[in-house]
């Protein structure tokens, strides 16, 4: 049976208080907290295992190597793709976004195009425009409804032979829309488009089989998946990726090297040049073990609840208004007060020891097609309560008395 005080245990800095208070962490979007499991994993590692991986003859080499690449399998078996050499490790998200980006410079031509939504984070749409201007493609938007949903009739409109590609978020950021990606993918393919889908707000609430969806490439980032900082994973077909040119020069993604020619190593490593996160990587399998014992159905049955709590409660609140009102959303509420700024409201909440984030949350196109400043936003994870909700809700009342 699911307790969700077991589960908090397991999360050190959920102890800890902020201005004289309790913590209430709501920032999950952002980043998660980090499990005690993957604190110990980075920890043992530099004192037990350290040393680099691959082409290492000495026991500590093969020691780190194995469990590095045990983390790929694992991450394999997670996302459901056929073969471990389709996951390729980067720092985050954006990085691996930018790897392809970078890659479709030499793949596009001019008069190709690009279709992207109004609904993207930063790091889904300055990568594209920087690969536009290099290559002559042609960006296009699909735009967003006053729900927070995408048009896909416009998607439609905009699809044709002269589409390559098609980038998009799998759960938006700032608004919590959810996007039905495998009929975006479907569509896709029908006019030979390839599909990147950032998975970023997604990989730690809901199950992913990359061959069920046929998604050509897919990110996530470890560190919105309770595990470490600085590691990320992009997921792509093999075929694709052999097409693509690597992204960085230097150690381990060589194969032969001459001055008069270099020749490049086989995937995975092609796109891994020089020294990874080693220790983060590693640590990353604690994390995944975490999602997977846990299993999907049991993480949505308590997001869920609490986020149909907490919309009811804060709806209560006159003056409140909420951006990203879809039928299908995941763990986020964006919401301002008539009349204040958010800053202001998630100032206040810091001094009662609550973190929220305020701001454009890397989505500006988003805040100006409503017309706003930013919001003030709410994101939960596994290891949140009814409970703090309570107190978040509470302490907004307090916080809209002061500011008014």
């Not at 790091?123 to 949903?149: R, T, Y």
Request: hydrophobic share 35%; proline share 3%; glycine share 8%.
């Amino acid at each position: 049976m699911f307790e969700v005080s077991k589960i908090r245990e397991l999360f050190p800095i959920l102890k800890r208080e902020v201005n004289g208070r309790d913590l209430v962490y709501f920032d999950n979007g952002a980043s998660t907290q980090k499990l005690q499991s993957v604190i110990d994993t980075v920890s043992n590692y530099y004192k037990e295992e350290n040393s680099n991986v691959h082409r290492g003859v000495h026991f500590l080499s093969g020691l780190a190597t194995d469990k590095f690449e045990e983390t790929r399998e694992v991450i394999r078996k997670f996302i459901g793709a056929k073969f471990n050499h389709e996951i390729i490790f980067t720092k985050g998200t954006t990085d691996s976004i930018n790897l392809v980006a970078n890659g479709f410079r030499y793949l596009l031509k001019k008069g190709d195009e690009i279709i992207i939504s109004e609904l993207e984070h930063h790091s889904n749409i300055v990568p594209w425009q920087m690969c536009c201007e290099h290559s002559e493609a042609v960006l296009k938007v699909i735009p967003l409804k006053d729900n927070g949903d995408l048009e896909i009739s416009k998607f439609e409109s905009l699809l044709s032979n002269k589409t390559k590609l098609v980038a998009l978020s799998h759960i938006s950021n700032s608004l919590g829309t959810i996007n039905p990606i495998k009929e975006f993918i479907e569509k896709s393919h029908k006019v030979g488009a390839k599909v990147l889908i950032d998975g970023a707000q997604a990989a730690s609430h809901m199950p992913l089989n990359m061959q069920e969806l046929d998604v050509d490439m897919y990110c996530f980032s470890a560190h919105k998946m309770y595990g470490p900082t600085g590691v990320g994973v992009l997921y792509g077909k093999e075929d694709i990726l052999n097409k693509i040119p690597p992204y960085q020069g230097g150690g381990e993604m060589i194969k032969d090297v001459s001055f008069e020619k270099t020749t490049y190593a086989c995937l995975p490593h092609k796109f891994e040049a020089g020294t990874p996160n080693i220790a983060g990587v590693i640590a990353f399998k604690s994390a995944i073990d975490f999602i997977s014992d846990l299993g999907f159905s049991t993480i949505a049955e308590h997001e869920n609840y609490l986020l149909k709590y907490a919309t009811q409660e804060i709806l209560k609140i006159e003056g409140v208004k909420i951006y990203g009102t879809s039928e299908k959303k995941s763990g986020i509420i964006s919401f301002n007060i008539e009349g204040i700024h958010p800053y202001d409201i998630g100032v206040l909440l810091d001094k009662m020891g609550i973190a929220i984030r305020t701001g454009h949350h890397c989505t500006q196109p988003i805040m100006e097609r409503f017309n706003i400043p930013g919001t003030a936003r709410i994101s939960l994870a596994i290891y949140n309560t009814k409970e703090e909700i309570d107190i978040c809700m509470k302490s907004i009342k307090k916080a809209k008395q002061m500011l008014s």
